[in-house]
């Protein structure tokens, strides 16, 4: 059987934003702390977690953003002790800065209410705004969220009263980061994981005061590898307006016919499926534990695709990888195997040289599509 090849072939990986770091000098009108002092948090709205394709982020530990209503609490200004003559407390486990918060009628914070005061009433990606102020690492005191907290995420990481796991060994939440760390680990949403005894000199906490709020981070989940989606022509369409790079290929574009197209490709090639699960039809991807990817095969004219967007919300997506087939008018086909997680095929021709690609995912959420 014929093998028809396309003359131009392009792949492309949509590139992640490189984080913009404001050089201001330390805002003079940061009012100082006093030792005691504690921000009153007032209820409202938290927006939890990140946008999937945000530089630095960690899909198993982060997840994709949703909005929750937090009650009102009070934070210290400060780590513990609150008290700018005297150095952050570091190096206690936790149950060790659970007894100092007690004694000083506090509680350990919330890792929500950890980032609602390090968000600020705006959301701010980072404590210190939509960037990070590098000049804070020097100047950690100095540096005020939206709530006019102080040292939010900058310089070390912070013990919170939040579990991660349910099940073995549950493990406690820690916010922010420290000074060595890569600008994006410092965003207010970032976690991380810490056996309860731990006394790592970059641990500190704060404390909190009020009845502390019950809500929860909604844990990451690993899902079916492989499912249909339905997804319309309309909507099609509006995933290609949504990125320059697919913007050229919206008059005209449109699905193949599911199965029919998805049989032509096999039929193409000797006939033998290896066991894989062939599809024309959109597929959400579960590569790893808290990353959903939508695929999408279609074509225009003499123009076939492979698309894959990270799926931020419902009816939201980000382009994260594309392949655009130029003078190949398909069917394409996606190939693949609940059992294999990580990698999946499209192809035109299946077992046809030079008709088969791959779609890779790498650690923590990129997608690459290649062919050999």
């Known amino acids: 059987m014929g093998c028809s090849r396309g003359e131009s072939r392009r792949s492309y990986t949509e590139p992640r934003p490189t984080p913009q770091i404001k050089t201001d000098s330390i805002p003079a009108a940061?009012?100082?702390?006093?030792?005691?002092?504690?921000?009153?948090?007032?209820?409202?709205?938290?927006?939890?977690?990140?946008?999937?394709?945000t530089?630095?982020?960690?899909?198993?530990?982060?997840?994709?953003?949703?909005?929750?209503?937090?009650?009102?609490?009070?934070?210290?200004?400060?780590?513990?002790?609150?008290?700018?003559?005297?150095?952050?407390?570091?190096?206690?486990?936790r149950d060790e800065a659970r007894a100092l918060c007690a004694s000083s009628g506090s509680r350990l914070c919330t890792e929500l209410e950890w980032e609602r005061a390090c968000k600020g009433?705006?959301?701010?990606?980072?404590?210190?705004?939509?960037?990070?102020?590098?000049?804070c690492l020097a100047h950690a005191d100095k540096?005020?969220?939206?709530?006019?907290?102080?040292?939010?995420?900058?310089?070390?990481?912070?013990?919170?009263?939040?579990?991660l796991g349910s099940s073995g060994e549950v493990m406690g939440i820690a916010r922010g980061s420290?000074?060595?760390?890569?600008?994006?680990?410092?965003r207010c949403v970032a976690r991380s994981a810490w056996r309860i005894a731990t006394t790592d000199k970059a641990l500190t906490f704060r404390c909190c005061r009020g009845a502390p709020n019950a809500a929860q981070v909604r844990e990451p989940t690993l899902g079916k590898a492989y499912q249909k989606a339905s997804t319309s022509s309309l909507q099609l369409g509006r995933l290609l307006q949504s990125s320059s790079v697919t913007q050229p290929i919206i008059d005209g574009s449109q699905f193949f016919r599911e199965p029919e197209a998805a049989d032509t490709?096999?039929?193409?090639?000797?006939?033998?499926?290896?066991?894989?699960?062939?599809?024309?039809?959109?597929?959400i991807w579960n590569p790893s534990v808290g990353v959903q990817i939508l695929l999408v095969v279609g074509h225009m004219k003499d123009t076939s695709f492979v698309l894959a967007y990270n799926?931020?919300?419902?009816?939201?997506?980000?382009?994260?990888?594309?392949?655009i087939m130029k003078n190949e008018p398909g069917p394409v086909a996606l190939a693949f195997d609940d059992s294999i997680r990580t990698r999946l095929f499209f192809s035109t021709c299946w077992g046809c040289p030079g008709e088969t690609g791959k779609i890779l995912f790498r650690e923590p959420e990129a997608v690459a599509i290649l062919q050999p």
């Open 265 to 283: 490709v096999v039929e193409k090639g000797p006939g033998d499926k290896k066991g894989l699960t062939f599809s024309v039809a959109p597929i």
């Open 30 to 53: 940061v009012r100082a702390p006093l030792a005691g002092e504690r921000i009153e948090i007032p209820s409202g709205q938290l927006q939890v977690g990140s946008k999937p394709g």
């Open 311 to 323: 799926i931020v919300a419902k009816d939201d997506y980000s382009l994260a990888a594309s392949f």
């Open 55 to 93: 530089p630095g982020r960690q899909p198993s530990l982060e997840p994709a953003s949703y909005s929750i209503e937090l009650g009102s609490f009070e934070i210290d200004r400060l780590p513990y002790p609150n008290d700018p003559a005297r150095p952050p407390r570091t190096a206690v486990g």
């Open 143 to 163: 540096c005020r969220s939206g709530f006019d907290v102080l040292a939010m995420g900058i310089a070390n990481r912070e013990w919170t009263a939040s579990d």
């Open 178 to 186: 420290t000074a060595d760390a890569p600008d994006e680990a410092h």
């Open 121 to 135: 009433p705006d959301n701010n990606v980072y404590s210190t705004g939509e960037h990070f102020d590098a000049q």
